[in-house]
C-alpha cells in the first residue's frame, strides 16, 4: 500500500530538540514535494515548512524558521524535520505529506502520515 511512515515524537523540555522522520512506502519521494504540517489543541492544521523535489528549495512558516529544519534523503525515500529550541506551543501532532506542488495548503497534499506527538514542556 503507499502509505508514510512518521516517527520520532516524543516528549522534550522548553529548548530541546527532536528530529521527526516521514519514510514512504509504496511510491517514490524522489520527484513529490514533502510538507509538514502540525495541529496544535484547539486549532486548525498549519502547514509549516515544506522541501521542493528538483532545486530541494524550502519554506518554512515565521512561527517555526530559524528553529526548524527540514530536509530530505531520496535513496532513502524519507524527509526529516529537524526541531531546535523547541517551545512550549510547539506542542502538536505533526504530520508529513507528500504531494506535487509547493505549498503550505493541505488540500495539495496528496498522502499523509499518521500523525506524531510532540509535547515540550517548561
Known amino acids: 500500500q503507499v502509505q508514510l511512515v512518521e516517527s520520532g515524537g516524543g516528549l522534550v523540555q522548553a529548548g530541546g530538540s527532536l528530529t521527526l522522520s516521514c519514510t514512504a512506502s509504496?511510491?517514490?519521494?524522489?520527484?513529490?514535494?514533502i510538507g509538514w504540517f502540525r495541529q496544535a489543541p484547539g486549532k486548525e492544521r498549519e502547514g509549516i515548512s515544506f522541501i521542493n523535489n528538483g532545486d530541494h528549495h524550502t519554506y518554512y512558516e515565521d512561527s517555526v524558521r530559524g528553529r526548524f529544519s527540514i530536509s530530505r534523503d531520496n535513496a532513502r525515500n524519507t524527509g526529516y524535520l529537524q526541531m531546535n529550541s523547541l517551545k512550549p506551543e510547539d506542542t502538536a501532532v505533526y504530520y508529513c505529506?507528500?504531494?506535487?506542488?509547493?505549498?503550505?495548503?493541505?488540500?495539495?497534499?496528496?498522502?499523509w502520515g499518521q500523525g506524531t506527538q510532540v509535547s515540550v514542556s517548561s
Open positions: 505529506a507528500t504531494g506535487p506542488v509547493a505549498t503550505v495548503l493541505p488540500a495539495y497534499y496528496r498522502t
Open positions: 509504496g511510491y517514490s519521494l524522489a520527484n513529490l514535494v
